[in-house]
């Protein structure tokens, strides 16, 4: 679904890694760990085409990145939910307008309120559907956030660091969600330093474990 062939990047003349290749395949599910500045959100970045490859290709359901014009790159996306650290919102509208916002630019409002009641009940943001994000708590903003990832019902699911500003609880019924979205045959990548996050699971899915150090791209353990 996702390849990086041979990819390189880096900054400002200095490279974060090079030769780095991914698959991403169907249904699989994937954690990306590594030291900070180690490139994992670059990495996630190329994933989705925010940037490209400087050199290697990258391939998004089959096709190079480096073909696809704006057009191309923004219909690939709608295929792929990402989850952002910083989890960024627009503060004057509603919880559920910023959920369905995807759906919205897309020119699909006649689907989202159909759609939203079900993924509000799913994420636990029922009650929540009415507020602004400010008031959110750090759980509830995180839930939201993948809420509008999964909206356009996308093939693949992108996290970066989904757990980094929540409690164990929270961390905890986030990735269950995800591991839900996994059982219904998305796929998942999930980046985070947190390891202990990732042996939580260990009973719960198939996941392959993927660390970023020194350029360098390893298996981590194959299964958790």
Same mark, same amino acid.
């Given at each position: 679904?996702?390849? &990086? #062939?041979?990819?390189? =990047?880096?900054?400002?003349?200095?490279?974060?890694?090079?030769?780095?290749?991914?698959t991403?395949?169907?249904?699989?599910?994937?954690?990306? @760990?590594?030291?900070?500045?180690?490139?994992?959100?670059?990495?996630?970045? +190329? /994933? =989705?085409?925010?940037l490209?490859?400087? %050199?290697? %290709?990258? $391939?998004?359901?089959?096709?190079?990145?480096?073909?696809?014009?704006?057009?191309? !790159?923004?219909?690939?996306?709608?295929?792929?939910?990402?989850?952002?650290?910083? /989890?960024?919102?627009?503060?004057? +509208?509603?919880?559920?307008?910023?959920?369905?916002?995807?759906?919205?630019?897309?020119?699909?409002?006649?689907?989202?309120?159909?759609? +939203?009641?079900?993924l509000?009940?799913? !994420?636990? +943001?029922?009650?929540?559907?009415? $507020?602004?994000?400010?008031?959110?708590?750090?759980?509830?903003?995180q839930?939201?956030?993948?809420? $509008?990832?999964?909206?356009?019902?996308?093939?693949?699911?992108?996290?970066?660091?989904?757990?980094?500003?929540?409690?164990?609880?929270?961390?905890?019924?986030?990735?269950?969600?995800?591991?839900?979205?996994? $059982?219904?045959?998305?796929?998942?990548?999930?980046? @985070?330093?947190?390891?202990?996050?990732?042996?939580?699971?260990? *009973?719960?899915?198939?996941?392959?474990?993927?660390? &970023?150090? #020194?350029?360098? &791209? @390893? @298996?981590?353990? *194959?299964?958790?």
């Open positions: 679904m996702i390849e &990086l #062939d041979n990819v390189s =990047y880096g900054h400002n003349g200095t490279a974060l890694f090079s030769q780095l290749s991914l991403l395949a169907p249904g699989s599910f994937q954690f990306l @760990t590594g030291p900070s500045g180690a490139g994992k959100t670059t990495l996630l970045r +190329l /994933c =989705y085409a925010d490209r490859a400087q %050199k290697g %290709k990258t $391939r998004l359901f089959g096709q190079d990145a480096s073909t696809l014009d704006r057009d191309g !790159v923004a219909m690939s996306r709608r295929r792929i939910g990402v989850v952002h650290q910083d /989890c960024q919102f627009i503060d004057h +509208l509603s919880v559920a307008e910023n959920i369905a916002l995807p759906l919205t630019v897309a020119g699909r409002v006649s689907e989202a309120a159909g759609n +939203l009641k079900e509000l009940s799913w !994420v636990g +943001l029922g009650p929540q559907s009415g $507020r602004l994000p400010p008031e959110l708590s750090g759980g509830e903003r839930r939201a956030a993948l809420a $509008r990832a999964v909206i356009m019902s996308p093939d693949v699911i992108i996290a970066d660091e989904p757990t980094g500003n929540v409690d164990w609880e929270m961390s905890q019924r986030l990735l269950s969600l995800l591991v839900e979205l996994n $059982r219904m045959g998305k796929t998942v990548l999930i980046a @985070t330093h947190d390891l202990n996050i990732i042996r939580s699971l260990k *009973s719960d899915v198939d996941a392959r474990v993927l660390r &970023l150090k #020194d350029g360098q &791209l @390893t @298996t981590a353990g *194959s299964v958790l």
